[in-house]
C-alpha cells in the first residue's frame, strides 16, 4: 500500500503576514486544492493524510467535501516544527502502508508520474526523492559578502518533494533525528543520521514550491497550462 503524507502545517511566513499561502488562489483554485486533486488523481496513490495546523481541520474537510476525492483520505494536525508534523502523519498512515510519499502542499505541480517514479525507486533502495540539476552557477561565501568557493555544478541538485521512503526506513530515520535531538528542514536529510542512502529521481516538469509572492505569476502560469 502507498499512502501520501501532504503536509499543509507550515505558517508561510514568507509569504507575507496574515497570509494563509495554501488559500492563495492561482488558476482557479486555493493551492493546496490543485497539490490534494494531483495526489488524489495519481493512480500509485492508495490513502492521503493531510497534516494541517491545529484548529484548520474543518476548512480542509470542508474543502475536501467540495472536491469530490476519489482516494480514502483523513486530517490530522500537525506539531511545532516539520519533522514532528511528519511524524504525525507517519502514525496516521494506515498499517498496511508499505511505502509512504511525503509531500509539500505548496508544490502543485506534482505529477502523478512523478509520484510513481519516486515509489518505485524508494521501493527498490529504501528512499528517493524528486530533484533537478542545478542549472546556476552557484557561489560560497564564507562571510556573506564575498565569493569564498566555487562547488562544481555538475554535483549540484536541488532536492523537492515528493520524498518517499519505505515505511520502516522514514521512521527509524526519524527516530534518530528524535533521540539526537537534530532539527531537520528536509525528511532525506534524516536519512543521513542513519546511513541511509537516497536516490535522486530527476523530476522532468517543472515542480516549484509556493514560497514568497514572486513564485505565484509563475504558478499561475504552469497551472493554467495543465
Not at 107 to 113: H, K, N
Request: net charge negative; with cysteine.
Amino acid at each position: 500500500m502507498v499512502s501520501v503524507v501532504m503536509v499543509a502545517a507550515g505558517k508561510g511566513a514568507r509569504m507575507g503576514a496574515n497570509v494563509d499561502k495554501l488559500f492563495l488562489e492561482v488558476a482557479g483554485r486555493p493551492i493546496v486544492e490543485h497539490t490534494w486533486r494531483r495526489l488524489d488523481a495519481a493512480e500509485v496513490v492508495d490513502e492521503i493524510v493531510v497534516v494541517v495546523r491545529d484548529g484548520m481541520q474543518s476548512d480542509f474537510e470542508a474543502m475536501a467535501a467540495a472536491m469530490g476525492l476519489g482516494k480514502p483520505w483523513r486530517c490530522v494536525a500537525g506539531g511545532a516544527e516539520r519533522q514532528d508534523s511528519v511524524g504525525k502523519g507517519l502514525a496516521a498512515v494506515s498499517d498496511a502502508c508499505r511505502i509512504v510519499a511525503i509531500h509539500d502542499a505548496a508544490r502543485p505541480c506534482v505529477t502523478g508520474e512523478l509520484v510513481r517514479a519516486t515509489v518505485e525507486a524508494a521501493d527498490a533502495g529504501g528512499a528517493a526523492v524528486a530533484a533537478q540539476r542545478v542549472i546556476d552557477t552557484i557561489k560560497e561565501s564564507d562571510d556573506g559578502e564575498t565569493i569564498s568557493g566555487h562547488p562544481e555544478r555538475a554535483r549540484l541538485w536541488a532536492v523537492q518533494t515528493p520524498q518517499t521512503f519505505r515505511i520502516d526506513v522514514i521512521r527509524r530515520a526519524l527516530a534518530e533525528v528524535k533521540k539526537q535531538g537534530v532539527a531537520i528542514t528536509d525528511d532525506t536529510a534524516a536519512c543521513e543520521l542513519i546511513g541511509q542512502s537516497v536516490k535522486l529521481v530527476e523530476s522532468p516538469d517543472p515542480n516549484p514550491k509556493a514560497t514568497s509572492p514572486a513564485d505565484l505569476p509563475y504558478l499561475e502560469m504552469l497551472l493554467g497550462e495543465s
